[in-house]
């Protein structure tokens, strides 16, 4: 899976750590460069890590971040970091930039063998979840229960919210 995002991401976008790099840095310190803390923020999701922590612990071990390293050709960011620059980021710019991703698959028509009836793009939204809470305020809310027996409302689908 690796080499094929490598091998997806030089072939579409070769470009893309430029791209990143061009977008705008909100820090005053500059430890790692932003396609490395933007790059670790996409690569925590596509490894599915459950959490910064998570992919912590892996980037503590010496192989991963090794391999890591040498796969992708950019350092491996603590993800306290990379999530304080996301926090203080213009989404405006990562949004810019993903328009522009698409485009070019769209350009090369990557997308039209997906089409509905041949005709129609498919338009995936993810709108699972908007905010945590203890309490939910109607049977549509949709809920999880940890193995401890708390149970955590998402508030979504309610109007109200």
Known sequence: MIFSLCKTISHYFPDLFDKISKLEDCRKRKHYELAELVMACVFMFIFKKGSRNAFNNERSEEEFRTNYEKIFKVHLPHMDTVDEVMRISDER?????????????????????????????????????????????????????????????????????
């Open 93 to 161: 710019q990562s949004e810019k930039l993903k328009k522009e991703m698409t485009g070019v698959l769209t350009e090369r028509k990557i997308f039209h063998k997906y089409r509905l009836l041949g005709k129609y793009f498919r338009v995936v939204i993810d709108g699972t979840h908007v905010m945590n809470v203890n309490e939910g305020h109607c049977n549509r809310c949709l809920h999880k229960t940890s193995e401890h027996g708390k149970t955590t409302y998402f508030l979504k689908c309610c109007p109200k919210f």
